[in-house]
Structure formats: C-alpha cells, structure tokens
C-alpha cells in the first residue's frame, strides 16, 4: 500500500503572458529613458525663453517615470491562487476552527442601521457550523437605533438562516437576495413568509429611524435598552456590551431546532477627554471582548456596508491557513473590495484594476495589502506574534465548551475591556491589535504584520465574497481618497515606513508595490505641472516637446501610445468598459488635482505637529434626486469645497489656453498653422485631452441646472482666476 498523496489546499499559479508583459515593459523604459535624455540635453540656457518650464517639465517627467517604474513591481510577477473546498472538508470537517466575525459601524444617519444588519445576517449565515460562529457588531455612534435594529434582526434570524440552509440562498443578505430576484421567482408559500417577516422588521426598523427613537413599548419588551439610561451623548457614554445570543445557551436555536451563531453588540466607552482612534479603537476592542467570549482562533473583519455574497467564504479563506505545508506562514487572507452600487461606466472610478492586477502582483511577492474589509487574520498575528517556522499555529478545535458564569455576568465582566482608559499604559495601538495613529489603519497594520516575517494572501473566487456601497457623489470620492493617499504617506514617513522599516524584511518587489500607494500623493506635483505648464506655454506660443519631424518625436509618441493603449486593455481586460476607462482618466485627473493635493499638505502640517488623524466615514445613502443622477451617470459636483474650485480653475485655465491658440491662430493669423503644428502638436494634444476630459466638468459650469452642478459661487472664481492668469501670461 502506497501513501496516502498529500492534496494542497490550495494552489498558487503564475499568471499568464508575464514574458510578453516583461518585454513591453523593457521597451516602454528604453522610451522613458529616451525622454529624459532628450529633456536633460536640451534644457534652455538661462535667459532663453522656456527655461524654466521645461525644468518643470524635466522633474514631472523624472517623477512620472520613477512611479511607472514603482508600478511594474505589481505587474511583474503576478500570481492567482485557487482554494480547494473539498478537501478541506473531507479532511477537517469536525476539526473546523472558530471563527469570529467583525462588523464595524459609526454612525445610524449615514449607515442605516437596517443596511447593518443585512451585512450582520449574511455573515451570521455563513455556510459554517453555527456554534463555531460568532458575530461581533461594535457600534462607535453606541445608538440605540443600531441596537434596536440588531435586536430584531437576531429573531429574523431564527427564520432567515434556516430559510437560507433549506434553499440555498444566495447572497445571504436579505435585501440584497430579495433585490436580486425578479417577480416569477416570488411565488411559492415559505417565500412569502420569509418576505414577509423581513418587511415587517425593515418597517419597524424603519419607523424607529424615522422618529430618531426606539418606541417605549419595544424598550419596555427588553431590558437591555436600560444600558442607555446613563448615556449622556455619542462622545460620551459608558461601555455598552449585549450578548443577544450566546450559542452555548440551550435555547439559542433557530424554529428548526438548529444553534444559532453567537451574536454580540458593542458599543466601547467614549470620553471626550480620551481619544478613541476610529476604526482601530474599535477593532481593538472586539478583539479584547471576543478573545473572552469565542476567541476563535480565526477573524473575518467586514465594514457594516460589506455584506457577504458567498456563504463560502470562511471554507474559501481556511484552505489557506489549515494546508499542512504551506499554511503555517500566512497571516491574513485578503479579498476584493467590491461594489454593488457601481454603474455600468463608473464614473467616480473604480478600484478594478488593484483588483484584477495589482494585488495579485503584490501576492507574488509575499501577498497583498490588508484593506480593511473582506479580510481573514489569524488572531494572533493581530496580537503581535513573530512568525517562527518552528512554533506553528494549530487552528484545529472541536466544539466549544460550556460556561460557568451566566450571560448577564459574563456582560458586566467584559465591559471594561471596551473601557476608554483599559488601553492606558499598554501597548494596545502599538504593539497589539491594529495600529493607531494612521487614517490607514488597516494598510499600516497589514505591513506590520508582513515586517513579522508573515506572508498574506489575496484571494478572488468567481462569485464575489463580498459587497459593498461606494461613493456616489464626486466630493465624498474626492474625501475618501484624500484619506487614504495620506495616511499612505503617513506610512512613508513614520517609523514603519516600508523603506526603512521593511527593507531586509519584505521582498524588494513588495517594498516597491507599497511605494506605489505611498506615493499615490505625491504624484500630485508632476501632474500639476503637466496639466498647467504646457497649456500655458502654448499660450505664448513657445514650445515644450520636440517637433514632429525630429527623431526624439518618437519615444514621447512611443510611451504615450504604449502606456495609454496599456492601460485601456488593462482596463478592458479587468473587466471595464470604454466609457469606464474614460471616466477613470477623469477621476484619476480629478484626484491627482485635488485629494492628493490636501494629503500631501496634511501630512506637511501632522509632521510638524499641527494637525491631527481625522477619519470623515463615507456616507452610504444617498438623497433621491442624487441617486437619479448617479444612475444616470451624472456627475455630483454639489457643493463648494476648495478641491471642487481647484478642478473647476484648471479645467477653465486648460479651456482658455485652448481657445487663446485658437484664437491666434484664426482670428490674429498671429501663427502660421503649419508651423503650431509642427512645433507644438504635443502640446495641443495635451492641452486638447484635458479640455475633452473635463467636458462633463465645462457642461456643469455653463449648462446644467440640478442642484449636481458646479456651484456659482465656484464656477466665477475659477473663471475669474483662470482668464487673469491666461491674460497675464500671453499678454505680459
Ligand atoms: O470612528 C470610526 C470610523 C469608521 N468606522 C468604520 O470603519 C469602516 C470604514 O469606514 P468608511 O467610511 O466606509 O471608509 P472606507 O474608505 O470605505 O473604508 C476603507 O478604508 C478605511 C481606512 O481608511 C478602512 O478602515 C476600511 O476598512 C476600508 O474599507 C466603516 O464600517 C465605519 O463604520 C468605525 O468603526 N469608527
Ligand atoms: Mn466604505
């Protein structure tokens, strides 16, 4: 009899066409090489005109190189893993580990409860033995709106997860399943009962939210409301900690006589006096009150708009951490951040191509970023354990056993791990639990763990595991990246920065693929200066390229033509449209002019010690008449803001400098055609690009009129500093 063959769990594949990918890689350099050659040896002697444009130029051209180089690093060695079910159910089945889910939420007005708890029942569904299951829910905004609706949800339950089980049910988010189905699908009995019952939870939820109050009667029906009665405000309030169903109660079972998972709300203390560090705080204090309640082994951590959409997920994530071999040195498994709100052409953009590229690169060289939601840890490396390959993790467990104390007591025992001074004098923020002091807690905490000598995983099944709601409005986009491009800076410049932190601990391909989204900011200054300069210049007719008819014409024509048709089959490719490609040049403008802009002066402003870590959390509602125009693929300028001024300027100076050529050209004949053209196509090219990307932009200044478009106010400053400076440039 032979040995029994050793079957992965999961397996890791190169990806392909990489060959193909590296050569055009290498070609494409030789251009950028070419190009800086070509700036560096014709630079204007002082007093020629130009000189100092094309000095601008030459740093946005050093600059834009360097990060397409930081950018091949996660193109290089792309790598796609496929996890095995099977096997790990045929090996481990009665072994499974538990595994503790976290849910996160801020605040009841801009996520509803009801959106909650359809993001809390899709996980407590979860394909996976129940009493190994347990949901945590840590609510920051300690509303009594947000329990109310976890409450109901948590009898639903005993309804939903075995209506889920019996027809298996996909996605097991109830709105979201009963969204997905049309009419002919509606119509058998057991169907409208289980619609039914949810209707009248969404409406009491609703009919509460609406009021800004949970009724007296439903208080009355449940002492737990009482925690409330020494609650003074959001900032201010003692820990609030609810087991609803603890599923090693006997009658915590579901109308099918089957356990129900543990299901626990927290709402941590909050002082005004004590800083309670966001996302981090809170994630600290689930770990803490779990660790004594479940503690299992493995933790799935989700943002209350990331419901589940596979109910696989948990076996999908553990055939990474329990393969016999290759398991021991993985702390995290990372998912897509998908959307289920997006639009087919996505006109706020997309994280697509991170998804179907980038983080796969990264996971060639030790695995990607952790991103905050969708992610599998491992609890201990969340501690702060060193990985050794000799002390392995042994994630197998059997059944949890049955507590002493009852659950009221076990309540006010735990309490104080979510107090706002137990983190006092430890090193909880620091060297424990996610990291504080960082707009991005989760990227920070990740790299940590990888500077441990860990690795990460990122994993994309077929079916999406999870979804969530993006930003529908252009300001909340423009909010959302400046938070996470800076706290990427933050990480550059702190002591845990991938350069001096990581180098000699990460590979050097994943020290260059963090570098790309630490120096997402910067990137500000080169495009800056690429879309002012040479439309300036054309304004006064001096040149900043090569004529059309030299040699050195062509690496510019090369590496335009290459890297735009690269990126739009990258795009295509990740599964964009035309138009979604289009609209990603826009917001990737819109962006590099506005949110990277106000990073890059906020971290200046935190490194010299007169700013502090702000965290503004994405709204996800949208007013109706906003909602229209998102599905219509409008987009929301709204209201004021100085990055919304700022976009509005550059697209009206680009416009100006663009009809001043035209202007000379026709009108004055100041300018022979053939010789603009000769001279200065490149320019015109660029200039012409930027007026055509900023359309939507044009049309909300002159011609809309919904409450979407640009504010007056807005739309005459920029006009009136744009023409002053066109004026003062091509007249003076
Ligand atoms: O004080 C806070 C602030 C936020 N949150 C929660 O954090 C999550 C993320 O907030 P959101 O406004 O949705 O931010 P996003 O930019 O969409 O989030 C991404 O980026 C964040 C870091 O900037 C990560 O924390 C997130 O997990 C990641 O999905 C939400 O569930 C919030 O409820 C808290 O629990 N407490
Ligand atoms: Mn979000």
Request: glycine share 4%.
């Given at each position: 009899m032979g040995e029994l063959k050793y079957e992965p769990l999961f397996e890791t594949k190169k990806a392909k066409g990489r060959i193909i990918y590296r050569l055009f890689a290498t070609s494409l350099f030789c251009g950028i090489l070419l190009i800086w050659i070509y700036r560096l040896c014709n630079i204007p002697k002082p007093g020629e005109n130009g000189r100092y444009g094309w000095i601008g130029m030459l740093g946005a051209e050093l600059w834009f190189g360097f990060y397409w180089f930081l950018t091949q690093s996660l193109r290089w060695n792309r790598v796609n893993r496929q996890a095995f079910r099977d096997r790990l159910l045929q090996r481990y089945e009665n072994e499974l580990p538990r595994v503790d889910v976290f849910v996160c939420t801020a605040d009841p007005a801009i996520e509803p409860p009801i959106m909650v708890i359809n993001t809390v029942l899709s996980v407590m569904a979860y394909n996976y033995p129940p009493e190994k299951l347990s949901v945590y829910l840590s609510d920051d905004a300690s509303s009594e709106l947000t329990f109310y609706a976890l409450l109901e949800a948590s009898r639903f339950a005993k309804n939903w997860l075995p209506y889920c089980k019996k027809f298996n049910v996909e996605p097991r988010s109830p709105a979201a399943y009963f969204a997905s189905l049309s009419v002919s699908d509606q119509s058998d009995a057991e169907f409208s009962e289980i619609k039914r019952l949810y209707e009248d939870m969404a409406n009491k939820i609703d009919t509460a939210c609406k009021a800004g109050r949970v009724s007296d009667q439903a208080k009355l029906e449940y002492k737990?409301?009482?925690?409330?009665?020494?609650?003074?405000s959001k900032k201010n309030h003692a820990a609030i900690l609810q087991i609803l169903i603890d599923s090693r109660d006997e009658g915590a079972k579901d109308i099918d006589g089957v356990k129900l998972p543990t299901l626990v709300y927290v709402a941590r203390e909050k002082r005004?006096?004590?800083?309670?560090?966001f996302k981090a705080g809170a994630m600290n204090a689930l770990i803490r009150v779990s660790s004594e309640i479940s503690n299992g082994p493995v933790i799935l951590n989700v943002d209350?708009?990331?419901?589940?959409?596979?109910?696989n997920s948990i076996q999908d994530a553990l055939c990474f951490f329990m393969d016999e071999e290759k398991s021991h040195e993985i702390a995290f498994v990372q998912f897509p951040q998908s959307f289920e709100n997006t639009t087919k052409n996505e006109i706020y953009g997309s994280l697509r191509v991170i998804d179907k590229v980038e983080f796969h690169g990264a996971d060639g060289y030790g695995g990607p970023l952790y991103t905050g939601t969708g992610c599998f840890h491992r609890r201990d490396t969340l501690y702060g354990r060193e990985f050794s390959n000799v002390a392995r993790i042994d994630l197998k467990s059997s059944c949890p056993e049955k507590r002493e104390e009852n659950t009221h007591e076990l309540e006010e025992r735990l309490e104080c791990l979510a107090s706002s001074t137990y983190e006092q004098n430890t090193q909880w923020g620091n060297e424990i639990g996610l990291k504080y002091g960082c707009p991005v807690e989760d990227v920070l905490t990740g790299l940590t763990i990888k500077c441990k000598g860990w690795k990460s995983v990122f994993y994309r099944p077929k079916r999406e595991a999870f979804l969530g709601v993006t930003a529908t409005t252009l300001d909340q986009i423009l909010v959302q990246h400046k938070r996470w491009s800076e706290g990427d800076l933050n990480i550059l410049f702190s002591k845990y920065s991938p350069v001096w932190y990581g180098l000699g601990k990460l590979n050097p391909g994943l020290v260059l693929g963090y570098l790309n989204y630490c120096f997402w900011s910067p990137n500000c200054f080169a495009t800056l200066c690429y879309s002012i300069v040479p439309s300036l210049y054309l304004l006064r007719g001096i040149s900043l390229f090569p004529q059309v008819s030299s040699k050195w014409f062509l690496p510019f024509a090369y590496v335009i033509i290459a890297e735009l048709t690269y990126s739009f089959a990258e795009f295509l490719w990740s599964g964009g449209t035309v138009l979604g490609w289009w609209n990603e040049q826009r917001i990737w403008l819109y962006k590099r002019t506005s949110s990277y802009i106000f990073a890059v002066l906020d971290t200046m402003l935190k490194l010299f010690g007169s700013s502090n870590t702000t965290f503004i959390v994405t709204p996800k509602v949208t007013d109706e008449d906003v909602l229209l125009r998102y599905k219509q693929e409008a987009m929301e300028f709204g209201s004021a803001s100085p990055m919304l001024t700022i976009l509005s300027t550059l697209a009206m100076l680009n416009l100006f400098c663009l009809m001043g050529l035209v202007k000379k050209l026709l009108l004055t004949r100041e300018l022979g055609l053939k010789y603009v053209f000769e001279t200065m196509a490149l320019q015109i090219l660029l200039c012409g690009v930027l007026v055509f990307v900023n359309l939507p932009l044009y049309n909300a200044v002159f011609f809309r009129k919904d409450k979407g478009k640009i504010p007056s106010s807005t739309a005459v400053q920029s006009v009136v500093f744009s023409l002053s400076v066109c004026t003062c440039i091509a007249y003076l």
């Open positions: 737990g409301f009482s925690k409330w009665s020494s609650y003074s005004p006096q004590h800083f309670h560090n209350c708009d990331m419901y589940s959409n596979n109910s």
